[in-house]
């Protein structure tokens, strides 16, 4: 059964716990954008976490060095899973993968920026992570021609546990599911609805019957 994960990228403490007490009770992930981490520090991942012990707290570190430094400290308050970049050197993903062992968490891998994601996402599943995110960042989906197809196309073929995010929606998370995906990820399409709650019932409901 595929996992939803709703992606806050919104910026305070107060405005990331609102959304999520809405679509806790469709979600399995809750994911920390980077920018809202910047923005709070790590005490959203711990007031995260103590509002929803029992759903996964994904914090979007991005991380591109010092991997076990980084992902120790992401764990520490509360997250269950952290991202490191894909494009950055494996000991940095491996020393992330150590500290997750220590605390009995999980290593994301994020491909943004990477030019070959699929042949990445091969490497690195070799790491010990827990699975790879194809990932077309806002930027990229921001420029003319972008499609969701891409990452679809790449899930289908990459033969190992991964995520896609970038633009997932209501038209296209079946397509995302039959990738053989284990995440979906859904941002803008739950966060940017009128009404979040609903937005992510009709996801969860829509990825379920896929």
């Given at each position: 059964?595929?996992?939803?994960?709703?992606?806050?990228?919104?910026?305070?403490?107060?405005?990331?716990?609102?959304?999520?007490?809405?679509?806790?009770?469709?979600?399995?992930?809750?994911?920390?954008?980077?920018?809202?981490?910047?923005?709070?520090?790590?005490?959203?991942?711990?007031?995260?976490?103590?509002?929803?012990?029992?759903?996964?707290?994904?914090?979007?570190?991005?991380?591109?060095?010092?991997?076990?430094?980084?992902?120790?400290?992401?764990?520490?308050?509360?997250a269950d899973l952290v991202t490191i970049l894909g494009a950055v050197d494996n000991a940095?993903?491996?020393?992330?993968?150590?500290?997750?062992?220590?605390?009995?968490?999980?290593?994301?891998?994020?491909?943004?920026?990477?030019?070959?994601?699929?042949?990445?996402?091969?490497?690195?599943?070799?790491?010990?992570?827990?699975?790879?995110?194809?990932?077309?960042?806002?930027?990229?989906?921001?420029?003319?021609?972008?499609?969701?197809?891409?990452?679809?196309?790449?899930?289908?073929?990459?033969?190992?546990?991964?995520?896609?995010?970038?633009?997932?929606?209501?038209?296209?998370?079946?397509?995302?599911?039959?990738?053989?995906?284990?995440?979906?990820?859904?941002?803008?399409?739950?966060?940017?609805?009128?009404?979040?709650?609903?937005?992510?019932?009709?996801?969860?409901?829509?990825?379920?019957?896929?």
């Amino acid at each position: 059964m595929a996992k939803l994960q709703v992606a806050i990228d919104l910026l305070t403490t107060q405005e990331a716990l609102a959304l999520a007490g809405k679509v806790a009770p469709y979600v399995d992930i809750i994911e920390l954008g980077t920018p809202l981490i910047k923005s709070e520090g790590l005490a959203v991942i711990t007031a995260m976490k103590q509002a929803h012990p029992d759903k996964l707290v994904f914090a979007d570190f991005k991380t591109a060095d010092t991997g076990e430094l980084e992902a120790d400290m992401a764990f520490k308050a509360g997250a269950d899973l952290v991202t490191i970049l894909g494009a950055v050197d494996n000991a940095t993903i491996v020393g992330a993968v150590k500290a997750a062992k220590a605390h009995g968490k999980g290593v994301v891998v994020d491909t943004i920026g990477v030019t070959d994601r699929v042949k990445r996402a091969q490497e690195v599943s070799a790491l010990g992570v827990e699975f790879v995110e194809l990932h077309a960042g806002l930027d990229e989906q921001a420029l003319e021609g972008y499609s969701i197809q891409v990452l679809i196309d790449e899930a289908k073929r990459a033969g190992v546990p991964v995520s896609i995010a970038g633009g997932v929606n209501l038209s296209n998370i079946a397509a995302v599911k039959q990738a053989g995906v284990a995440v979906a990820v859904a941002g803008g399409a739950i966060y940017g609805a009128a009404d979040p709650a609903a937005a992510a019932k009709e996801l969860r409901e829509a990825l379920d019957a896929a």
